[in-house]
């Protein structure tokens, strides 16, 4: 198990995300969080290669300054819906236009991670399908008074209020929170088991 593997050594999250470190700590994975401050480009051939190339360069930036033997994760997460990448909205207006679109429609959610141990960096990344009920106008608003989706990619949190608009998950619910569990677990397993 995660906890058990990772029991005696020195990890590091290189990401400011409370769920991240709620995910970590739920884990029982004892992690010094130092966050990235990268610039992430979204520009990208499909939405998996962009997650990964983010996670990459957050993991690598962080792990140049750590010894070689501590393990540094990066993650990132994006929504995906009609060709377009919904990130965290830069305001009410835009968390409003992001809401609205996803209404009663099917999306995708993306995580990158990339884990950097002993000058090697391995990359994965999970695909959840999430649908949403129809939402009211009403609803929208008073989702957005709530402060919740302001810090989130697609505008909406799984694990807080935006859970009551979820008609349905394929996938891992972990992905959409922003870190799928089993596919670090298969990284971690990867680079320090084998």
């Keep these: 198990m995660l906890h058990q593997i990772l029991a005696n050594k020195q990890v590091v999250l290189a990401s400011a995300s409370p769920r991240r470190k709620e995910i970590f700590e739920m884990l029982k994975i004892n992690a010094l969080i130092f966050p990235a401050l ?3 480009d979204s520009q990208c051939s499909s939405p998996h290669h962009l997650v ?8 690598e930036f962080v792990a140049a300054k750590m010894p070689a033997d501590t393990i540094v994760v990066g993650a990132d997460t994006i929504v995906h819906i009609n060709n377009i990448v919904l990130s965290k909205p830069v305001d009410k207006y835009e968390a409003y236009e992001h809401l609205n679109q996803l209404s009663g429609t099917k999306h995708n959610v993306y995580s990158g991670i990339a884990v950097c141990y002993k000058n090697i960096t391995r990359l994965a990344y999970a695909r959840s399908l999430v649908e949403f009920h129809t939402l009211s106008k009403q609803e929208i608003e008073d989702y957005i008074a709530t402060g919740e989706p302001l810090d989130k990619a697609g505008a909406y949190g799984i694990q807080g209020y935006g859970s009551q608009f979820i008609k349905k998950i394929t996938g891992c619910y972990f992905n959409v929170m922003g870190f799928p569990v089993s596919t670090f677990y298969k990284l971690i397993k990867e680079l320090i088991i084998t």
């Design 38 to 40: 990268v610039a992430e």
């Design 52 to 59: 990964m190339a983010h996670a990459k360069l957050k993991a």
